[in-house]
């Protein structure tokens, strides 16, 4: 365990940060994988619906630092080209 008052700030403050980033980056999965679950459905308005909420979760996931900007780009990427595969514009 940190004995300076400073390591111990750190350790609180990493904890904090830690809990909040696990929140963020779960959250960006759910919506990622129901925005590939409408798009495998035949709703093409739900689907565009979810790929939306999906980019915008990525994109501010990114903002934030919890996971990198070119992965949160090209998870973005790979589902827009997926909605557009599929018929349902994004």
Do not use: W
């Not at 909420?53 to 919890?66: D, I, P, Q």
């Amino acid at each position: 365990m940190a004995t300076h008052k400073s390591a111990r700030k750190r350790a609180r403050q990493s904890i904090r940060r830690r809990a909040r980033n696990r929140h963020v980056r779960s959250s960006v999965k759910g919506a990622v994988k129901r925005a590939r679950g409408a798009l495998g459905s035949d709703d093409a308005a739900a689907a565009q619906t979810a790929v939306r909420t999906a980019e915008g979760a990525l994109r501010r996931a990114a903002s934030k630092g919890v996971i990198p900007k070119k992965r949160a780009s090209r998870q973005i990427s790979r589902l827009a080209r997926h909605a557009h595969q599929s018929g349902s514009p994004s």
